[in-house]
C-alpha cells in the first residue's frame, strides 16, 4: 500500500505515541476530536513522523491496538471511532487505521472540554467565543450529503443527468475505474445519490428548476457593472434555478463581457495586448465563490465590476482556520464533495482554494494581489485591472520564454518584479510565510539560475532582478534608483551633501526621490556608524554632513 501525504484527513503518529511508556493518548484523542468537528479522518498509527513507510519487523498486537480505541474512546465526546484494523505493508511490517466519523449533530470535545477542529494538515483550537462559528460551519459540512427532499433519480432532469456522466466519462482527470462503474455508482461516488434519493448535492447537479429551486439556499448570482462615478450602468441575475453548478459558470463567464477587455501594450514587447483580468483567474475566483459558499445561510454571490477592480463576494465567512493572511497555503474544504466534482469535470484547480494559482497568474502579469476580506456573514476577493508595469512584462516574457520555472518561483519572481527590490522580511510576509527560512522553496533555483540576485546578509537581505538579464533580452529598460546597490547609494550621498551642505533625511530623500526613504535612512545611518558622516541636533532634528578630516 502505498501512503498517503498528512492532509485535511490524514494524520500519521508513531506507535510509540499509542502504546508503551511513550504513549500520548491525550494528543490522540485531540486529532480524533479535530477530525470529527471537520469532515472526519484517518488516524493512521504506526508509521513516524515524515517516514513514508512503518519501521522494520514492527508488528501490532491486535488486543493492544483495540485497548488504544477503548481509551481513546473515553478520552472524548461525541467522537464515533470505527472499524480499526491492522494493514500489512510491502515491507513486511504492520501498522493500524483507525477511523474517525464526523460529528454531525455535536461538536466533538475531548473528556477535558477541549475542542479543535481539522484544517489542512494541522490541529487548530477552538477558542470559546468561536464556538457558535463552528456550530453553524458543522451544519456547512454536512450539507452536500443530506437528503432533504425525497427527489428520486427518475424525478430528475434526465437532459443533466446523461450530460454529467457524459461529462465524467471524457474527462482526463477521472480514472478508468470510476469510468467504469454503472450510471448509479458514479452518481453515489460523487455523492449526487444515496440510497434510494438525490442528496442536495445531487439536486443541485441535476435537478430540474423547480426542485432545485426547493434547496435550503441554491445558487442565486448578480452581476454588476459600475462606471467611473461608482454608478450603476448593468445589471444581470441568475434567480431562476435554471442552472447547474457548470451550465451557470458558463453562462456567467459570456455575460460577463466587461471581464473580457484587454490592455495594448507598445510595440517592441513579446506581448502585444493583457487581459484587465485574466480569464484563468476570474474562473477560479468564479468557482470558488460556488465551490466554497454556505449553503446553509441565505445570500446572493455578487460580481461587481468597476472602472479599475472586480470584486466577488460569496455568502459564510472562511472556514474555521483560514484567514486572508495564511489562504495561500491551507487547504480547507466546506463542500468537499461540490469541490471534487468541479476539479474532475476540470472547471477548477481542484488543490484546495485555487489561491496559488490566481496569485501565479496575477504575478505573470505584474499585477497587485488580491485584496481579501471575510466576516461571519461573507467573503469578499478584488482584484485590479492595472496597474501594468510594460518594462516587469516584457522581463517576465523574456524569462518565460528561456527558463522553466515552478508555480512558486512564478509568484516568488512576480513580487520582485513589481516591487524592484524587496527586503527579505517583507517577501516572506506576501508570501504569507511565518519564518524567512521556509523561504528556500519559494526562491527555488531563481538565485541559481540568475534571474534574481541579493544584496546584503540574514535578515538584511534584499531581493531584486540581475540587471544583466536586461541586456541578454536586449531591452531598452531605464536603470531605477530603487535597485541602487548599497555602495553606489553611498557615493550618491556623498555628492549629494558635498553640494547641498547639512541635511535632514527628509532633506536627503527630496532630492533623490526615486530611493525609498528607508533605504537612505539605512544608508545614512550606516555612513554615521563608520565615520563618513557628522550628525547635528537632537533625534527629531537631527542633519548630517561630511566628516572633514583634520
Known amino acids: ?23 500520548d493518548l491525550k494528543s490522540l484523542a485531540e486529532v480524533c476530536v479535530a477530525f470529527a468537528n471537520a469532515q472526519g479522518g484517518s488516524l493512521i498509527i504506526g508509521v513516524e513522523d515524515k517516514e513514508s513507510d512503518p519501521p522494520g519487523n514492527q508488528m501490532i498486537d491486535i488486543a493492544a491496538m483495540n485497548e488504544v480505541v477503548k481509551k481513546l474512546r473515553a478520552l472524548t465526546d461525541g467522537v464515533g471511532l470505527v472499524n480499526p484494523e491492522v494493514i500489512k505493508h510491502s ?33 487548530f483550537p477552538i477558542g470559546s467565543d468561536e464556538i457558535t462559528k463552528l456550530a453553524s460551519e458543522k451544519s456547512a459540512f454536512q450539507w452536500e450529503i443530506i437528503i432533504a427532499k425525497k427527489i428520486t433519480l427518475d424525478q430528475a432532469d434526465q437532459v443533466k443527468v446523461n450530460e454529467f456522466l457524459a461529462d465524467i466519462r471524457k474527462s482526463d482527470k477521472v480514472s478508468d475505474f470510476i469510468k467504469s462503474k454503472e450510471d448509479s455508482e458514479v452518481l453515489v461516488f460523487y455523492q449526487l445519490l444515496g440510497e434510494d434519493y438525490l442528496t442536495n448535492l445531487g439536486v443541485l447537479w441535476l435537478g430540474t428548476p423547480a426542485q432545485r429551486a426547493r434547496l435550503s439556499y441554491p445558487i442565486t448570482v448578480q452581476y454588476i457593472v459600475y462606471n467611473e462615478r461608482e454608478e450603476k450602468i448593468r445589471k444581470k441575475e441568475w434567480h431562476y434555478h435554471i442552472h447547474n453548478p457548470k451550465e451557470l459558470v458558463l453562462d456567467i463567464e459570456k455575460e460577463a463581457v466587461e471581464l473580457t477587455y484587454s490592455v495594448e501594450l507598445p510595440d517592441g514587447l513579446f506581448r502585444k495586448n493583457i487581459r484587465q483580468y485574466s480569464k484563468e483567474v476570474v474562473r477560479e475566483l468564479l468557482i470558488n465563490a460556488i465551490a466554497h459558499k454556505k449553503y446553509t445561510i441565505s445570500g446572493d454571490i455578487f460580481i461587481e465590476v468597476y472602472h479599475d477592480r472586480m470584486t466577488i463576494t460569496n455568502p459564510g465567512s472562511l472556514p474555521l482556520g483560514i484567514t ?3 489562504i495561500l497555503h491551507e487547504r480547507h474544504r466546506r463542500n468537499p464533495h461540490l469541490i471534487q466534482t468541479l476539479s474532475d469535470l476540470k472547471l477548477m484547480e481542484g488543490e484546495g482554494s485555487g489561491y496559488d494559482l490566481v496569485f501565479e497568474k496575477l504575478a505573470r502579469d505584474a499585477k497587485p494581489l488580491p485584496l481579501i476580506e471575510s466576516d461571519f456573514t461573507k467573503v469578499s476577493v478584488t482584484i485590479y485591472s492595472g496597474i501594468i508595469d510594460t518594462d516587469t512584462i516584457s522581463i517576465l516574457d523574456y524569462i518565460d520564454k528561456h527558463f522553466q520555472l515552478t508555480q512558486k518561483e512564478y509568484i516568488t519572481l512576480g513580487m520582485v518584479a513589481t516591487e524592484k527590490k524587496i ?30 540576485i541579493t544584496h546584503g546578509i540574514k535578515k538584511g537581505t534584499d531581493y531584486l532582478l540581475n540587471p544583466d538579464l536586461f541586456a541578454q533580452a536586449k531591452l531598452n529598460i531605464k536603470p531605477t534608483l530603487k535597485t541602487i546597490e548599497s555602495y553606489k547609494l553611498e557615493a550618491l550621498i556623498v555628492e549629494d551633501l558635498k553640494y547641498n551642505g547639512k541635511s535632514k533625511i527628509t532633506d536627503i530623500h527630496s532630492r533623490l526621490v526615486e530611493i525609498p526613504e528607508s533605504e537612505i535612512r539605512k544608508t545614512v545611518y550606516g555612513m554615521v556608524k563608520k565615520g563618513d558622516l557628522t550628525t547635528d541636533g537632537g533625534k527629531k532634528n537631527r542633519s548630517y554632513n561630511l566628516f572633514k578630516k583634520k
Open 1 to 23: 500500500m502505498s501512503m498517503q501525504i498528512e492532509d485535511n484527513n490524514t494524520e500519521y503518529k508513531s506507535l510509540r505515541k499509542a502504546i508503551g511508556k511513550q504513549a
Open 423 to 452: 527586503p527579505s522580511t517583507q517577501l516572506a510576509g506576501k508570501l504569507q510565510l511565518s519564518q524567512e527560512d521556509k523561504m528556500r522553496t519559494w526562491i527555488g533555483s531563481l538565485i541559481d539560475k540568475g534571474i534574481l
Open 324 to 326: 486572508k493572511d495564511n
Open 91 to 123: 515491507n513486511g511490517s504492520e501498522y493500524f487505521i483507525i477511523r474517525v466519523l464526523p460529528s454531525t449533530r455535536t461538536i466533538a470535545t475531548t473528556s477535558s472540554g477541549r475542542v479543535l477542529i481539522r484544517v489542512s494538515d494541522n490541529c
